[in-house]
């Protein structure tokens, strides 16, 4: 079953949680925002449910923490609270995550909106080791209107066998990019498949790309 990593510090939201949805999804749980850190990285949860405020630090610290760790940032959060305010609306499109309840929580409504959470979430997992590096690169293609780009962009991380940017190309999973270094000084060509695509549509869209030829100089052997 998929897993749901529950962080609130309120048990009997906690004992809610494992009742409404413990049939469908394996259920890890914790008010201790420290020890959800670790769950995050040693359960592997398809998705997070986390509360706002949290005693140790809040939601939103926990939130960029586990955007910026390459172990977790690619897990879809879905936020609820006892607040209400349009202020937290946009904390949604601020921290991008992938919904926000309040409390008390429609259970129904939060079944579906895992579901969603699943369904768009990015099925590539990570299987080597990436490094923050950039590199610049030089991308030419065709998008998915059919129209041919040809853009210089900076990586933000990169391995052995391919490397994510940030950019605002239009470029279908599975879509086919001609690769070069610009800042190479012997030729470095190559090309590489778009296989994820995070915040789509965003100001901070950004692909992961897995070579298909690596190129024969690439930073990272």
Not at 8 to 28: A, G
Not at 135 to 146: A, E, F, K, P
């Amino acid at each position: 079953m998929p897993r749901i990593l529950v962080i609130d510090d309120e048990e009997p939201f906690r004992l809610l949680v494992r009742k409404h949805l413990e049939t469908s999804y394996d259920i890890v749980e914790t008010g201790d925002a420290s020890q959800a850190l670790a769950l995050a990285l040693e359960s592997k949860p398809d998705c997070i449910l986390m509360d706002l405020y949290l005693p140790e630090f809040s939601g939103f610290e926990l939130c960029s923490i586990l955007s910026e760790m390459n172990a977790t940032r690619m897990i879809p959060i879905i936020m609820v609270s006892g607040e209400s305010s349009p202020r937290l609306e946009q904390i949604v499109n601020v921290l991008h995550l992938h919904g926000f309840l309040q409390k008390p929580v429609d259970f129904d409504d939060l079944k579906v909106r895992i579901s969603a959470a699943l369904a768009t979430a990015p099925r590539e997992r990570r299987q080597e080791p990436r490094v923050r590096l950039a590199v610049g690169l030089r991308l030419s293609g065709i998008d998915s209107s059919g129209k041919p780009f040809d853009v210089e962009l900076v990586t933000h991380d990169a391995s052995a066998n391919g490397f994510s940017c940030h950019c605002c190309l239009s470029v279908p999973i599975g879509g086919a990019v001609s690769v070069s270094v610009t800042s190479s000084k012997q030729p470095v060509n190559g090309r590489a498949r778009a296989v994820t695509i995070e915040r789509p549509g965003s100001s901070e869209q950004r692909y992961g790309f897995r070579f298909i030829e690596k190129p024969d100089h690439w930073i990272l052997q």
